[in-house]
Structures are given as C-alpha cells and as structure tokens.
C-alpha cells in the first residue's frame, strides 16, 4: 500500500500518513534521526500554513529527476493545499525531509536542499498577500522588517517562541524556542528574506541549541548600491 499525505486542515480527521515514509526514502541516518525526535514532540495543535506545503510540492517537482518526482508524486499526492488554512506540522516535517532526499545530488548535500525550500518558502510567504502587507510597513527600513520577524511567524506557525536581540547597527540574533523546522531550512528563508531587503554582504549563522531551539546571527554590509 503506497503510503499519502493528508491535505485534510488541522482540526479535521486525523491524517492518513505511514510513520516510516521517511525510512523508505533512504535519507541520511542523522536526518532521519533528526525528525524522529521532532515528529516525537509535536502535538495536535502544532500547524503550520498551507502555502509551505504548495511550494515543497512544486520545488521537487521542477527540480527532481524525473525518477524522483516519480516517486515522490505518488507519496505526496496531488491534490492541492490552501494557502492560509493551518495544516499538523508533522505532516509537513515529513514533507521538507522527503523533499530535501529528493533534491540531495551530488553538488547540493541535504543541508543545502533543506536551505534551498527554506528559501522557496519565505519567498511564497513574501509574495502572498500578508507577505506583501509585512513587507509594505517598513521595506526600506531593514531593521523594522528583522525586528518583527516574530510576527512573521506568528502569521505563519501556531507553535514557538521567537525574539530578535540587536548587537550591532547591522547585526542581529533571532532566537527561536520550541520550533519544529531545521536550522538549514530557517537558513534558507532568513537569506531569501534579506536578498528581498536588498541588503549586500548578507551572512546567516545558525548555532542548534536544543531539538527545537537555535539562533541565528543576521549580518550585512549595507544596503544594495543604487
């Protein structure tokens, strides 16, 4: 039996997906690992937003070889996700794992497929029309817009705790507690999110602090020459 994913929002019945999908897709021991003990600590009102999900899907699909979006078609299924409803974050950990096997190549590691969707997200999220509402208050302010980076997640996730500490005029810490994505995906996004700014010499430094805590150090140069 070909195990699917459930497109069924949070608070609906629960989802009809195999707890070994990410075995049989043979990804590195140490991801695997690594997802077991996240998937151990979500509950039922842990979601995320259904935006996430649609470009998952459509990054394996444009990018995989045909063989894997072969495969991963089947387990992913295809019907559609809406775009603010809440899903289990679960059912999307399994996703971003299973889509970050896929894309591993040899030139691109699992780090760097996680990072690649992390990006693939904030950039859905910023052309969404609450990514363009975040982005409309303080676009030319770069601070404003890292400062509330909370309230980006907040918008997006009903789990975690974040804060942005401010060490320097362009230098930054957001700390996130009890959040279910890697550090290599929140990497992604945080670059993809300060590319948008159109910030130069832009650095993310991630440090794990806990299964589901990290920080992560924002650095850059200056704004982009005109």
């Known amino acids: ?45 842990d979601t995320v937003r259904g935006l996430f999900f649609s470009g998952v899907l459509d990054t394996v699909r444009y990018l995989a070889t045909e ?8 387990l992913l299924g295809q019907a559609p996700y809406f775009d603010f409803l809440p899903y289990a974050i679960p059912d999307f950990l399994r996703l971003v794992y299973m889509g970050a096997q896929c894309l591993s ?21 910023l052309g969404s029309s609450a990514g363009k509402t975040f982005l409309s208050f303080s676009f030319s302010e ?11 997640f907040r918008t997006t996730t ?20 009890r959040d ?5 995906y929140h990497e992604g996004a945080l670059l993809c999110l300060m590319e948008t700014l159109r910030l130069e010499g832009v650095e993310v430094r991630s440090r794990v602090t806990g299964t589901l805590d990290s920080e992560y150090e924002l650095t850059w140069t200056g704004p982009a020459s005109t």
């Open 1 to 45: 039996m070909t195990p699917s994913f459930s497109h069924e929002p949070a608070g609906s019945s629960p989802p009809a997906i195999a707890h070994d999908v990410a075995a049989q897709m043979e990804m590195p021991l140490n991801a695997l690992l690594d997802l077991k003990k996240r998937l151990a600590l979500a509950t039922p009102t």
């Open 105 to 125: 190549t040899r030139d691109e590691d699992f780090s760097g497929a996680l990072r690649k969707l992390g990006k693939r997200g904030m950039k859905d999220f």
């Open 142 to 152: 770069p601070r404003r817009v890292l400062s509330s980076l909370p309230v980006l």
């Open 180 to 184: 279910f994505m890697p550090a290599a």
């Open 67 to 74: 063989r894997e979006e072969r495969h991963c078609s089947k």
């Open 158 to 177: 009903s789990y975690g705790e974040r804060t942005v500490q401010w060490l320097g005029p362009r230098h930054c810490r957001l700390v996130m507690k």
